[in-house]
C-alpha cells in the first residue's frame, strides 16, 4: 500500500510524466537493450524504430501513474496489456530489471537526484504496478496451461495447409506437432508466433488473430504480407511467413491470449466493421455466431481496396448465404475493370457516415471493429456521431495500442 504523500506526489506528477513519456520510454528502452541485449528477443524492433511501442509504454505509465489511487479503473488496459505480456513470455524477474531501468530513465529526463523525494515515490509505484501485472500474468499463465490441451510457453505446430487467400494474405492451417488437444479459444483472440528466422540473432514474436471459430480440428491465422515503402524494409516475420514457410514446415506458438472477445451474453444486433486484413477476428466471431445458431441479427460490413487483395471473401459468403438475419456488404476503394464486369463488390469508395446510418439496424448495436488505426478513429467518430454510444464499441489495434481510438474522437455518447 502506498502512503498519502506518496500518492499525492505520484498524482501530481503523472502530467509531467506524460509531457516527457516519449522521451523517457525512449532513454529507457535504449538503457535496457544496451544493458540487457537479451531482451531483444522479446521486443519487436519495428514498432521501436516508428516509436509505437514507445508511445504505447508512455501512455501506459501515465494513465497508472494518473490512477495509482483507483486501479480498478485501468484494470481493462492492464488486462490488455498483460495479455500480450503473457503470450510473449514476460517473467516476473524482468520486473526489476525494466523497473531499474525505467527509474532512471525519468530521474535523467527529469534532471533528477537519485535521492529525490519524487524518485522515491516512484520507486515504490512501480513495485505496486509492477505486483499487479505479476499477478494478473501469473493468473492468466496458468489458466491457459491448466486448460484441457492447454501449455505455458511456446508449443510446436505444422502447417497442415498454406492458401494464398488473395495477392497480399496467405492463411496457415495449424495442428499440434505432438498430436495433443487443442484448447478452445474465445473468438477474437490472437496467438503469438515465436520465430526463429536464419540469418538473425534474436527471435521475433508478432501477434496472429486466429481467424477460424474455436470448435475445428486446427487454428488458421490469416497473414498480410507488409511490405515497405521506398526506404523502409519489408515486414520481416510476414514476408518470411509468406516466401519461407510452407506446408510441412514447423512454427511455434503460444497459447490464445486477448480480450477483444465476442460479448455472448449479449442479445443486440452485431456489427462487424473491418478493412483489408482487420477482418480476421472478426471472421472468427461472425462464423461461431453462425455456426451457434444465434439468432442475433448480424451486419458484416468489409472495406478494401479491390478483388485483387480481398481475402476470404468467399468464406463470409458462406457463413452469411441464405440466412435472413445476416446481411453483408463490400466497400471497394479501387475496383478493377474485372469487379466492375462481376459486380462483386456492394459500394465503391470508403465506408461513409451516411453508409453506416443506412446499413445499421439501429444504434442499439454491439460494433466489433478491426482494421487500420486512421480507419478505426474515422469508423468510431462517425459511429459516435449517428449515436452509437462508447460502450457498445469495441476495437483491436494490429499493434501497440498507443491511444484509446474511441477516446481521441471529438463525440462521446457515453
Ligand atoms: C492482437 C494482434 C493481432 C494481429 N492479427 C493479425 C492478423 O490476423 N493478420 C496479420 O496479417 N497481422 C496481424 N497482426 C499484425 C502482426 O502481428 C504483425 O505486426 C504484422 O504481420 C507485421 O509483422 P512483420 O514482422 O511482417 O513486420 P515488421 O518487421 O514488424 O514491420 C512492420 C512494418 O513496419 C515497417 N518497418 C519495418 N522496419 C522499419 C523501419 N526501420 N522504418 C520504418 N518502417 C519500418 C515494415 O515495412 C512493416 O510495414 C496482429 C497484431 C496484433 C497486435
Ligand atoms: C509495470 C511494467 C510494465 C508496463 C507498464 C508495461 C507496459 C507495456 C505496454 C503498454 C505495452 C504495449 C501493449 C500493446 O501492444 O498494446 C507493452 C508491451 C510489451 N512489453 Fe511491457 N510493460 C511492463 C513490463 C514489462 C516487462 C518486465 C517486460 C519484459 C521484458 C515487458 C515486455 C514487453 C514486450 C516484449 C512487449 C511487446 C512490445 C512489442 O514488441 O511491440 N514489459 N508493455
Not at 522521451?23 to 544496451?34: D, G, P, S, V
Not at 483507483?70 to 488496459?77: G, T
Not at 516475420?237 to 510441412?248: D, Q
Not at 486477448?258 to 472468427?284: I, M, Q
Amino acid at each position: 500500500m502506498l502512503d498519502e504523500r506518496t500518492i499525492q506526489i505520484i498524482k501530481s506528477t503523472a502530467p509531467i510524466i506524460k509531457e516527457h513519456g516519449e522521451e523517457i520510454t525512449r532513454c529507457f528502452y535504449q538503457r535496457l537493450f544496451h544493458r540487457h541485449p537479451e531482451l531483444l528477443n522479446y521486443f519487436n524492433q519495428a514498432n521501436q524504430r516508428q516509436g509505437r511501442q514507445q508511445q504505447a509504454l508512455a501512455n501506459a505509465v501515465w494513465a497508472v501513474a494518473e490512477n495509482i489511487d483507483q486501479l480498478e479503473k485501468v484494470l481493462p488496459m492492464v488486462e490488455g496489456i498483460a495479455h500480450k505480456h503473457r503470450a510473449l513470455g514476460v517473467k516476473a524477474e524482468q520486473y526489476p530489471i525494466v523497473g531499474e531501468n525505467l527509474l532512471i530513465a525519468i530521474q535523467k529526463v527529469l534532471g533528477l537526484s537519485p535521492t529525490d523525494e519524487i524518485m522515491k515515490a516512484w520507486e515504490q509505484a512501480y513495485g505496486v504496478i509492477a505486483e499487479v501485472f505479476i499477478g494478473k500474468e501469473a493468473e492468466m499463465t496458468a489458466k491457459a496451461a491448466n486448460q484441457h490441451g492447454g501449455w505455458s510457453g511456446f508449443r510446436e505446430f505444422i502447417v497442415q495447409k498454406k492458401v494464398q487467400e488473395s495477392s497480399v494474405i496467405a492463411s496457415f492451417y495449424l495442428t499440434p506437432a505432438d498430436h495433443g488437444a487443442l484448447p478452445t479459444f474465445q473468438p477474437g483472440q490472437y496467438i503469438t508466433l515465436q520465430m526463429s528466422i536464419p540469418g538473425s540473432p534474436y527471435t521475433h514474436n508478432r501477434h496472429y488473430s486466429l481467424s477460424n471459430g474455436p470448435d475445428e480440428a486446427f487454428w488458421r491465422i490469416s497473414v498480410k504480407h507488409e511490405m515497405g515503402g521506398e526506404a523502409d524494409p519489408d515486414g520481416r516475420v510476414s514476408t518470411y511467413l509468406h516466401e519461407k514457410v510452407g506446408e510441412g514446415d514447423h512454427l511455434w506458438l503460444s497459447a490464445p491470449a486477448g480480450n477483444f472477445v465476442l460479448e455472448k451474453s449479449s442479445s443486440r444486433p452485431v456489427v462487424f466493421l473491418s478493412a483489408g486484413v482487420g477482418l480476421t477476428p472478426l471472421l472468427s466471431m461472425f462464423s461461431s455466431l453462425v455456426l451457434s445458431h444465434s439468432s442475433r441479427e448480424i451486419v458484416w460490413i468489409h472495406a478494401t481496396q479491390n478483388g485483387d487483395v480481398h481475402a476470404l471473401a468467399k468464406e463470409v459468403e458462406k457463413w452469411g448465404k441464405g440466412k435472413e438475419n445476416i446481411k453483408t456488404y463490400t466497400f471497394y476503394e479501387n475496383p478493377t475493370p474485372i469487379d466492375r464486369e462481376s459486380k462483386c463488390f456492394d459500394y465503391e469508395g470508403r465506408i461513409e457516415v451516411d453508409h453506416l446510418r443506412q446499413l445499421l439496424p439501429s444504434t442499439e448495436v454491439d460494433v466489433y471493429l478491426c482494421g487500420s488505426v486512421p480507419f478505426m478513429r474515422k469508423m468510431a467518430t462517425d459511429l459516435k456521431r449517428i449515436g452509437v454510444r462508447n460502450n457498445q464499441i469495441h476495437y483491436e489495434v494490429f499493434g501497440p495500442t498507443a491511444a484509446d481510438i474511441k477516446e481521441e474522437t471529438e463525440i462521446t455518447h457515453q
